[in-house]
Structure formats: structure tokens, C-alpha cells
């Protein structure tokens, strides 16, 4: 017997035949002896009817209030869901996630979690219960509710798993595991059968949408074994940990999955020092500011990022140039997401005189290509290949980002796919014909 916890998309209960197929999913896995945990988002396309209701009443909506608006979707799934479980005959309860243990600190629309106590949900499946949570949503010390961002279900899904020390946490989406590169602009794309934390962590990061970020550091941090498929198939999927699979899994995965050990893998099929590129990664979402004249001085880059902090942006890239317009200065680049975007040239362009750099340039329209793969940094010829074959296909590069198992390019949005394109065949990641299937259109 296994602690199986199971995250189902929006998509994967979009409606009430959804609910019911996910239903038997989780009826048949209960029937095979386990313990199930599930967590599940808003229907379909709920959270953006809500949005687009609150944005209908007003423009600048309390975002304490957007919370309690927007954690009303998982709740409407949860208990549907729930009933859908009971109709077969087992069952199950559904919790809120405050009523789950999910506590959080005070950042509403992006909290993060800060403690787990779901005794409620573990007295139900100690009773052979089914439990049921909202995914997305947790609680503060003030006892408001709550949001944990987009994308939020799964990182309450591996916190639970976590907690709860489950032996497997299943997250169910529209796609049949992760690919090389997305489906939907590469028909080829490859499934990945296994692959490491660390390599799903750059692609959640540079734009891969199948997991979100903060739930794959969870399942690192705690080694959560995760195990991302279809609702819609019965096909494997991609499973994702950080050394050979618990003996507890048997019986729950294929015996190639039990076995996987990256570095073994990379002995047996692939010379030592030769790269082993994982798949894509590519993002839209960003956009580009240029501080132009920063002067070269010790401490102003970290006032800069300070200003920046302060403005609530997250920052990815980061170039420095000697100024092409200033002797003695430096121009200064970074990317940053659209959402946090306007505020922080908003900081930055009250902080101008104070910092002394001439002006502030906001950029959009640029998109962010990331190929992931084990021993990039130290092999000339990925660099090589990468900027030649971009070079061939008319793509000018804006900046280069590197990490030891990542290299990421910022070019034109209207040119990212084609560069993904180009790039993926290039590698040799094509597959000989499409493997791909996008059942819900979503890839959530």
C-alpha cells in the first residue's frame, strides 16, 4: 500500500463528464489498495471568468478581496469532484485548504506557504477516506484567505505529499508527461521518460508550463517523487526525482522508472563528456529594462537592485555593458516578468536623479529561449551550435544567460518560434514522427 497524492489541471475537470473520468481515475487507484490525496484546480477556464468579472466592477479591486473571489473556483471543483467520487461508491471529503493546514504568510495573489499541518486530511485517509483539496489556496495568520499564484495547485499538491510523506505525488495534466520542447509549437517534440530536479527546475523557470516552479523546489527540497501525466491516457509519463526511485513504488510505476539514475544513464548511452540536452524551455511573459549611464561606481548596482526589490519585480537575466552613450558608465540590463514590469520603471524613473544613470528604457516583445541539459557549461561546441544554428535561421541575439545545466538567449518575440524550431532540430531532439497529443488544448 501506497500515500498516492494526485493534482488534477483545470482542464482535466472542466466539466461534469471531466469530473467523472478523473473520478474513476481516482476510485481505481483507491481500489488498488493506496492511500489518495487529491488536489484540484478551478474548472476549465473559471479563474479567468472571475477576473474578467472583477474587472468588470473595478479596476482596482482590493486583492484581498480578488483572493476570497478567485480561491471560490477550486472550491466549486473540490466538491463536485468529491460527488463525482461518491457516486461510484467510495468516499470523500473535501477540504478547503485552510480546512486542509495550508498556512500562509500575508502576500495576497502570490503567498507563499509557510506551514503544513493537515491533520484533517490525515485522520481521513487513516479512516479509508478519500480527501479532496482546493488546490491554490491557503490561509494567514489573520485567518484570511489566501491565493498562491498561477499555478498554485501543484505547490499545494507537493506541499501536502511532503507533509503527509507520501510515496508518489502524481500531477495530471492535458499532455502525456513533459516533452523537449512544447508540443504545441513542435509536433516532434520527445517524450521524456525521467529526468532530474535540477534539469525540471531550469525548464519550470525559463517557461516550461507543465510544472510550476515553486512546486518542483518543494519536491527537491523534500525529494518528493513526482510523476507528471495525462487524465486523459493511460500512458506513463515523465517521472522526475533526484536518484533511483523508493522501493514503496512498486506496483504504482513501470520498472524503468524504479531504476532511473541519471548519471548511470549517462555512462551507459552517452560519452562522458559529451552534453546530454534534456529538451526547451521558452517564455513570453518577460520584458526588458535598460538603466542607460549607470555610473561605475561601487554600490550603485546594488541601489539599483535595491529600487527594484522594493518594486516586488522578480529578475532573470542580467547584462552589464560599458555605456554606449556615457564615458565611464555602464548600461545596465535586466529582464523581468510583464506583470511586474510597469512598476518597477515606475520606481526606476523617480530613483533617476538619486542613481544617476540617464535614462530608463522599457522594452516588451521579447521572448527567451532555454536549452536544458547536463554538462553544457563546460562543452564549447552547445554554445557553438546554439548561436550558429540561430545565426543561419536570421535570429539576432539580445542577451545570453548561462547556468551549469542551462543556457538561455533573449531575442524577438515575433522570431521565438521559429528559434525554437530551428533549435530543437539542430539538437536532434525531433522525433521521427509526432508523439505528442494535447488533450485539453491547455497543456495544464
Known amino acids: 500500500m501506497a500515500l498516492v497524492v494526485q493534482k488534477y489541471g483545470g482542464s482535466s475537470v472542466s466539466d461534469a463528464e471531466a469530473m467523472r473520468r478523473v473520478a474513476k481515475r481516482i476510485v481505481a487507484t483507491k481500489r488498488a489498495g493506496h492511500k489518495v490525496v487529491v488536489v484540484v484546480s478551478a474548472m476549465g477556464d473559471t479563474t479567468d471568468d472571475l477576473l474578467d468579472l472583477a474587472a468588470s466592477i473595478t479596476d482596482k479591486a482590493p486583492q484581498r478581496e480578488m483572493d476570497m473571489l478567485l480561491s471560490a473556483g477550486e472550491r466549486i471543483s473540490m466538491s463536485l469532484l468529491a460527488m463525482a467520487v461518491n457516486e461510484l461508491g467510495e468516499t470523500a471529503i473535501s477540504y478547503t485548504g485552510q480546512q486542509a493546514g495550508v498556512q500562509t504568510d500575508n502576500h495576497y495573489g502570490k503567498a507563499h506557504i509557510v506551514s503544513m499541518v493537515p491533520e484533517r486530511v490525515a485522520r481521513s485517509i487513516q479512516d479509508g477516506y478519500i480527501a479532496i483539496v482546493a488546490g491554490f489556496q491557503g490561509v494567514n495568520e489573520r485567518k484570511d484567505v489566501t491565493t498562491l499564484g498561477r499555478g498554485g495547485s501543484d505547490t499545494t499538491a507537493v506541499a501536502l505529499a511532503a507533509s503527509l510523506h507520501a510515496d508518489v505525488c502524481e500531477i495530471y495534466t492535458d499532455v502525456d508527461g513533459m516533452f523537449t520542447a512544447d508540443p504545441r509549437l513542435v509536433p516532434k517534440a520527445k517524450q521524456i521518460a525521467a529526468t532530474t530536479f535540477e534539469e525540471t527546475l531550469e525548464m519550470a523557470a525559463h517557461g516550461a508550463k507543465i510544472l510550476h516552479l515553486r512546486a518542483v523546489e518543494f519536491a527537491r527540497r523534500y525529494h518528493v517523487p513526482l510523476h507528471v501525466r495525462s487524465s486523459f491516457s493511460d500512458k506513463s509519463g515523465t517521472w522526475i526525482s533526484d536518484g533511483p526511485a523508493h522501493p514503496e513504488l512498486k506496483g504504482l510505476v513501470p520498472d524503468s522508472a524504479l531504476t532511473f539514475d541519471p548519471e548511470a544513464q549517462l555512462m551507459k548511452e552517452t560519452p562522458v563528456e559529451e552534453p546530454l540536452i534534456s529538451g526547451l524551455a521558452h517564455d513570453r511573459s518577460e520584458d526588458k529594462i535598460t538603466l542607460v549611464g549607470v555610473p561605475d561606481e561601487p554600490g550603485r548596482a546594488a541601489h539599483i537592485f535595491e529600487i527594484i526589490a522594493q518594486a516586488g519585480a522578480n529578475i532573470d537575466m542580467i547584462v552589464q555593458n560599458v ?23 515606475k520606481a526606476l524613473e523617480g530613483a533617476k536623479e538619486e542613481g544617476g544613470f540617464l535614462k530608463v528604457v522599457h522594452t516588451g516583445n521579447v521572448g527567451k529561449l532555454s536549452l536544458v541539459g547536463a554538462g553544457m557549461r563546460t562543452n564549447p561546441g552547445v554554445s557553438a551550435k546554439l548561436f550558429g544554428t540561430l545565426s543561419k535561421a536570421g535570429i539576432n541575439i539580445d542577451m545570453i544567460s548561462t547556468s551549469e545545466i542551462r543556457l538561455s538567449v533573449l531575442v524577438s518575440e515575433d522570431q521565438l518560434d521559429e528559434a525554437v524550431r530551428a533549435v530543437h532540430t539542430a539538437f536532434g531532439l525531433d522525433a521521427e514522427q509526432v508523439e505528442a497529443v494535447v488533450y485539453g488544448g491547455t497543456g495544464r
Open 323 to 345: 555605456s554606449t552613450v556615457q564615458p565611464g558608465a555602464t548600461d545596465l540590463t535586466i529582464t523581468l516578468p510583464h506583470a511586474d514590469a510597469a512598476d518597477t520603471v
